[in-house]
């Protein structure tokens, strides 16, 4: 089995600039063989991933779906048909628990997991689960598996993915991530325009505001110019009928 790698956690799209900065470190330590085989690690698929974290995220499923295969297996070579049955069921309830975890864990790195992508993960499991269980369990699956059938399954005989389906699969991942960046360059830029709009509202509503307050400011300097005219004219009536009423008593 294939020692844990440090980078075991490390989403894919992050994974080549991870392991690169990983390598100079390991380099710049003197730990030159340690830096060479991480060096030689590839960036793994999407299935691939989230496969090799449910053994840390869903230590109890993996380990039933190991039994139950184990089990399954067993049933088969000495023909208890009732025992395999129960160790079918028992498969496809891990696995169930074990998809519903990956499809949580994918959606952690941003991922969707299609059909296309949740096939590939299950037969991974399926079959890692017979021929490299321990790595199922240390998530140190170094490629995707394909089931090749029930018995080849039950045999133990891991069928590797082909040259044409790790094309596939790498451009599928490539096309998942394609569109994700895709996706979030539109809600940047959609962002961007909203705070646009939102910038030049607010430059509008503040030049409207500063015209109010003028206007409001001209219309308070000529109402205390008219209290005050006001008041010079209630003076000045005031005065004149105090002359008046002075003519009058002379």
Not at 100 to 114: D, M, N, R, V, Y
Not at 176 to 196: G, I
């Amino acid at each position: 089995m294939a020692p844990r790698s440090p980078l075991s956690h490390v989403p894919p799209e992050e994974f080549v600039k991870a392991r690169d900065a990983l390598v100079r470190q390991l380099r710049e330590r003197g730990e030159n063989e340690e830096a060479k085989r991480i060096a030689a690690l590839r960036r793994p698929s999407t299935a691939l991933w989230v496969t090799n974290q449910l053994g840390g995220r869903a230590a109890k499923d993996v380990e039933a779906l190991i039994d139950s295969t184990a089990r399954a297996r067993k049933a088969q070579l000495h023909g208890g048909t009732d025992a395999l049955r129960d160790a079918m069921h028992g498969q496809r309830e891990a696995l169930h628990r074990l998809m519903a975890e990956a499809q949580k864990s994918a959606a952690e790195i941003g991922a969707t997991l299609t059909p296309e992508l949740q096939r590939r993960i299950q037969d991974t499991l399926q079959t890692a689960a017979t021929s490299a269980p321990e790595a199922l369990r240390q998530g140190t699956i170094e490629q995707e598996l394909s089931a090749a059938g029930f018995g080849a399954l039950l045999s133990g005989a891991p069928t590797p993915a082909s040259k044409g389906e790790a094309r596939k699969a790498a451009f599928g991942d490539h096309k998942e991530h394609q569109k994700r960046l895709l996706a979030e360059k539109r809600e940047r830029f959609r962002r961007q325009r909203e705070a646009q709009r939102a910038q030049q509202a607010a430059r509008r509503l503040a030049v409207r505001a500063e015209r109010l307050e003028h206007i409001a400011r001209q219309a308070q300097l000529t109402a205390e110019r008219a209290k005050e005219k006001a008041r010079e004219g209630r003076r000045a009536a005031e005065e004149s009928a105090a002359r008046l009423t002075q003519l009058r008593d002379s």
